[in-house]
């Protein structure tokens, strides 16, 4: 139904890169939701204080969660993405 999975920048590894999916049928359900805060708190335990991501510009729903999660999140706009630093695993999501 869905993944979650980030890896650890060779760079910073205080940074990960997140990525997280879900099947079509199962979008707007909250799974989403729920696997980012599974990432996170795995990521808290490793010792992870950041995620980056690239967020396509039309994903207004994945958009929305991350300001949800970390209204601290920078952004900056690519052609067709938005890489995004989030700040999720330093604290657990809020009503998560």
């Given at each position: 139904?869905?993944?979650?999975?980030?890896?650890?920048l060779k760079d910073d590894p205080a940074v990960a890169e997140a990525a997280v999916t879900?099947?079509?049928h199962m979008q707007r359900r909250?799974?989403?939701?729920?696997?980012?805060?599974?990432?996170?708190q795995a990521a808290r335990e490793r010792g992870i204080?950041?995620?980056?991501?690239?967020?396509?510009?039309t994903n207004e729903a994945m958009l929305a969660l991350l300001r949800e999660l970390d209204e601290t999140a920078r952004r900056s706009w690519t052609a067709r993405s938005r890489p995004t630093t989030w700040h999720s695993?330093?604290?657990p999501p809020r009503n998560g």
């Open positions: 139904m869905g993944i979650a999975r980030f890896i650890r879900v099947v079509d909250g799974l989403g939701k729920l696997l980012v805060s599974a990432l996170a204080t950041r995620f980056r991501a690239e967020v396509l510009r695993p330093s604290r």
